[in-house]
């Protein structure tokens, strides 16, 4: 998680309470995949087996398949199924909007799929009216707070940098010794460089998220002993 997002003692085992419920949804989805990549990875594979496969990554991991996927021969629909499944998982907790700054949960579409995205607000045009509605109707925000499966069905650690979208360029600012700079982010930690990740967003509760960004910060409730 961030490093600005602190809290009090006594608030650190709901917090880390928290935390274990989104490493064991990580586990249940990639006790999951690796099996499916089991599976498909037999010299028989039965068509009900390949329906379930589907179904559980369109609906638990929110992935998209070719238009013509159904139109394919069992050949290039476990190839494509095989591409779709294995690749890193990440668990991220969203928690509802109450106008912090930064970015948040979307759907992004790109190249005629759609997928999971963490997108930051310094990455949406502000001039595009449709963008600017999307922005604003946003109902949850990114705290950071992910929990990250890196391994294969295999065991090997993923090669993270072809799962990087190395075009996710964006501007944002910044400042050094008091003066206004634009820093070149390529790409982002939680978007660019994951957004070939399977992704899968949980609502945590707004405690869990206590940032720390000025010193007036810690006058809020969550940074208080009582």
């Given at each position: ?35 499916y990549m089991n599976l ?22 929110n992935v998209s398949l ?161």
């Amino acid at each position: 998680k961030n490093v600005d997002n602190v809290v009090v003692y006594q608030y650190e085992k709901d917090v880390a309470h928290q935390k274990q419920i989104l490493g064991g949804m990580l586990l249940k989805a990639q006790e999951k995949t690796h099996a499916y990549m089991n599976l498909l990875s037999r010299e028989e594979v039965t068509s009900d087996a390949l329906n379930t496969i589907e179904i559980f990554l369109k609906e638990k991991l929110n992935v998209s398949l070719s238009s013509d996927f159904k139109k394919l021969s069992k050949e290039f629909k476990i190839k494509e199924l095989k591409e779709k499944l294995n690749r890193p998982i990440r668990v991220c907790g969203m928690v509802k909007n109450e106008g912090e700054p930064g970015g948040g949960p979307f759907w992004v579409s790109k190249e005629g799929s759609d997928s999971l995205q963490i997108v930051e607000s310094a990455q949406i045009n502000k001039k595009d009216k449709k963008q600017q509605e999307i922005l604003k109707s946003s109902t949850h925000f990114n705290p950071v707070n992910l929990v990250c499966g890196v391994k294969d069905y295999q065991g090997n650690k993923f090669d993270l940098l072809d799962y990087a979208d190395h075009n996710a360029v964006f501007i944002t600012p910044k400042t050094k010794n008091g003066k206004d700079l634009k820093a070149l982010e390529l790409p982002g930690l939680w978007n660019g460089a994951m957004a070939h990740w399977n992704t899968i967003f949980v609502e945590v509760p707004l405690m869990t998220f206590n940032p720390v960004k000025t010193v007036n910060d810690l006058l809020k409730s969550a940074h208080q002993i009582k």
